[in-house]
């Protein structure tokens, strides 16, 4: 009797690292294996699905406006509750740390499933930031049965809260399976964002990808990171920077009032993934807040700065892939000018090592449950 596994993910990072996964078990005659999807964003998380031609098996479209984390929270642990009943997972897979992630763990643990935590023993070490990852990975990470850390430091952070090593793999990160199947496939579909950032953008001048959403940046810090934005493209004319702005309306207030009037400043709508992926390899340089684009970039040679002041991906740092700038305005201009300027540096940072692995991190992570379930 085959082994019933159940995928539960909601938003588009989560999406895009999963989706490797679903494909690796689905490759398989061992399990059952069925999607439950919570749409804690919907529009984002649906791009993700269309590309990698996944359909869930249970969708809970969960997504309100002005939704909180109180209600979100209960939302989707009593919206599960019907779903583990009824299909009786003996394995329940949940990523990294999003609100989905902690409630989907909890909700399996009263059903009776093995959580499976992949991403697992990130950590800051500061409950506030980012906030609230943090806690939703370190609940998830204590909740979990099994536990696939991308790194070794992942790997001794778990190791440091008694989680017991035999329950405990070094897989690599999953999102370094997603990005090499999908580097290939962005450059050959057919696809409207990509032929729109083909006519829209100057490639002639030097592409340098800006994203940022991060709760702890709101406010100041955002104000900071638009002001340092807008020296560094009065100060280098060859350079064109693109950024997607994020739809929360306390990006888009300064982004736009900040930055929508220089010239070398391309302000665009959020990319669905394949189009960000292209745009991504055609970057010189990436600027962002983002934990998945510090472990993406650096496996296309792409040098990173991180707008955080902590970091749960310390391995980058230390490998000097990323460099953390906080948002601080004249650490953020003054890393991004030297990287464009001294090629002895940047050529240096564009090839290091990636510490996030080889892509084949689904590929170890279901053998490791396949070996459960002898």
């Known amino acids: 009797m085959k082994k019933k596994n159940l995928i539960i993910f909601g938003t588009r990072p989560e999406a895009i690292k999963m989706a490797p996964l679903v494909k690796a078990f689905k490759k398989t005659d061992t399990f059952d294996t069925r999607v439950c999807v919570t749409a804690q964003h919907r529009e984002m998380l649906d791009q993700v699905l269309d ?57 399996a643990f009263y059903s009776g499933a093995k959580i499976c935590h992949v991403e697992a023993g990130l950590r800051t070490f500061n409950k506030h930031s980012p906030f609230p990852e943090e806690i939703n990975r370190t609940v998830t990470g204590h909740v979990a049965d099994y536990h696939f850390a991308p790194t070794q430091t992942s790997f001794d952070n778990l190791k440091n809260e008694g ?47 800006v994203t940022g959403h991060r709760r702890e940046n709101h406010g100041q810090g955002f104000i900071n990171i638009c002001e ?61 807040d983002s934990g998945g684009v510090q472990e993406e970039a650096p496996s296309l040679g792409k040098p990173v700065l991180v707008m955080r002041d902590t970091t749960e991906r310390p391995e980058a740092v230390e490998a000097g892939t990323v460099i953390l700038v906080g948002t601080d305005p004249e650490k953020i201009v003054h890393e991004a000018i030297d990287l464009l300027n001294n090629s002895e540096r940047y050529k240096l940072m564009s090839k290091l090592h990636n510490p996030y692995g080889d892509g084949k991190a689904c590929e170890r992570i279901v053998t490791y449950i396949e070996n459960l379930s002898k």
């Open 163 to 209: 989680i017991k090593e035999n329950n405990i793999s070094i897989t690599g990160n999953t999102v370094i399976d997603a990005l090499l199947e999908s580097v290939p496939r962005a450059d050959l579909i057919e696809d409207k964002e990509v032929d729109y950032l083909k006519k829209e953008l100057d490639f002639s001048k030097r592409i340098i990808l």
């Open 51 to 107: 590309f990698f031609e996944i359909t869930p098996d249970y969708d809970l479209d969960l997504m309100k406006p002005g939704q909180n984390l109180y209600g979100l929270t209960a939302t989707i642990i009593t919206n599960l509750q019907p779903i583990l009943e009824e299909f009786q997972p003996d394995f329940v897979y949940v990523h990294g740390d999003t609100t989905t992630t902690m409630s989907a763990s909890i909700a």
């Open 228 to 288: 340092a934005l807008k020296q560094i493209s009065i100060s280098e004319e060859d350079v064109q920077i693109v950024y997607p702005v994020h739809l929360n309306p306390k990006v888009q207030k300064p982004v736009y009032e900040i930055l929508g009037s220089q010239e070398n400043i391309k302000l665009i709508a959020p990319l669905a993934y394949p189009a960000f992926v292209w745009l991504m390899n055609k970057a010189e340089l990436v600027i962002t």
